[in-house]
């Protein structure tokens, strides 16, 4: 059984079972559930230390285990900031091969950093990328740095709280919304829907664009968040794909019949897929689990794959994220390397982009240290 055949059964059983026992019942009787909820009780009371520092920490997380969007996110942030102050990021460097703190020093260390940080690497080379599993450790590293940061970027930290952020913003799956969901294993949640409460700020991510009224007062109605925290709505939007092993930068607009071979070791290729038959390609999906390191014998089988597509328009199309784990292969086959695009993708908030950019700004620029 396939890596996707296996996942959309597996998200079917937990939709039957969420219906046969109602959601509130399966978090009582779920131990995980009683542990996550007693040591965020523990943080609370003081029981357990949370860290502050005197430098701007913005924390963008989750409550959903993987896709919600977090990198794409956090660049939008790097975007909006870099012009007017140092910025680091540190994440915990998932499935690296590293331990302890490191940082980037190009962008072809994914295997120091993971694929997402050198993937924030490749787009911003001059910001500090940083990872270590003690977020408490890496903050203070990153303040012996030379280059010190004015703000640091925190990926994947809602539930790490050994770290206080001064703005924590929580990310949503508008398509997987955590009111119908339940905690591991039972569901996909790390924590109960409830733990939004501890955010400053939400955003709903990949939203339709044309998201109605309605349906943002209903989003808003049925998360429950704190009094006051103020909800956003955000779309992705892809680019045209690219080459690769492509130095020119050069961009390639798919025709309709195109055969897409659409490789991937993300948390939610849906979205990616409906987007490329939406223009006009007819798309074969080989999808792999999130941050997933392609052995030789599955590259042979992607080549083997693509060879079997019929027609003369075909190519690989992969990801920002995937790319990262391919382009430094030498194990690589010469037909993947020739037909293999990358399909950058961007954010952006509806409506009020101009109110979630003067939040953030005025955060950093009201906590900012001297320089």
């Not at 450790?137 to 539930?159: C, M, N, R, S, T």
């Not at 050994?162 to 039972?186: A, E, M, Q």
Request: with cysteine.
């Amino acid at each position: 059984m396939n890596y996707y055949v296996a996942e959309k059964k597996i998200a079917y059983l937990r939709i039957v079972f969420l219906q046969c026992f109602g959601k509130m019942f399966i978090d009582y009787i779920n131990p995980y559930s009683w542990v996550v909820t007693l040591r965020n009780v523990a943080f609370d009371k003081g029981w357990l230390e949370s860290k502050s520092f005197t430098l701007p920490i913005i924390s963008v997380g989750n409550l959903t285990v993987g896709g919600t969007g977090k990198t794409p996110h956090i660049e939008y942030i790097i975007e909006l900031l870099k012009d007017e102050f140092e910025i680091a990021t540190l994440s915990r460097g998932y499935k690296r091969k590293s331990r302890g703190y490191a940082t980037a020093v190009n962008d072809g260390d994914v295997a120091i950093v993971g694929d997402e940080p050198a993937q924030i690497k490749k787009k911003f080379p001059y910001i500090t990328v940083a990872v270590d599993e003690k977020r408490v450790d890496g903050i203070e590293h990153l303040l012996k740095e030379e280059k010190k940061p004015d703000v640091v970027l925190l990926d994947d930290a809602f539930q790490h709280r050994y770290v206080t952020p001064g703005l924590s913003i929580v990310l949503i799956d508008y398509n997987r919304p955590v009111w119908r969901d339940c905690v591991l294993p039972f569901g996909r949640l790390r924590e109960a829907a409830k733990g939004i409460k501890r955010a400053d700020v939400v955003v709903m991510t990949k939203c339709p664009a044309d998201i109605s009224r309605e349906k943002k007062l209903q989003c808003e109605k049925m998360l429950r968040m704190k009094e006051g925290t103020p909800l956003f709505f955000s779309t992705i939007c892809y680019d045209e794909p690219k080459a690769l092993f492509d130095t020119s930068d050069s961009k390639y607009t798919l025709g309709h019949g195109t055969q897409v071979l659409l490789l991937t070791g993300i948390a939610q290729p849906e979205p990616l897929k409906k987007e490329l038959e939406r223009r006009g390609a007819a798309v074969t999906l080989m999808q792999y689990g999130d941050h997933h390191n392609f052995s030789t014998d599955e590259l042979k089988e992607v080549e083997k794959r693509f060879a079997s597509l019929q027609g003369e328009e075909k190519f690989i199309i992969t990801t920002e994220k995937d790319a990262e784990r391919l382009v430094g292969r030498n194990d690589l086959p010469e037909t993947i390397k020739e037909n293999t695009f990358c399909i950058p993708i961007k954010v952006r908030i509806i409506e009020n982009e101009k109110i979630f950019n003067q939040i953030i700004l005025d955060y950093v620029r009201k906590n900012q240290r001297d320089r």
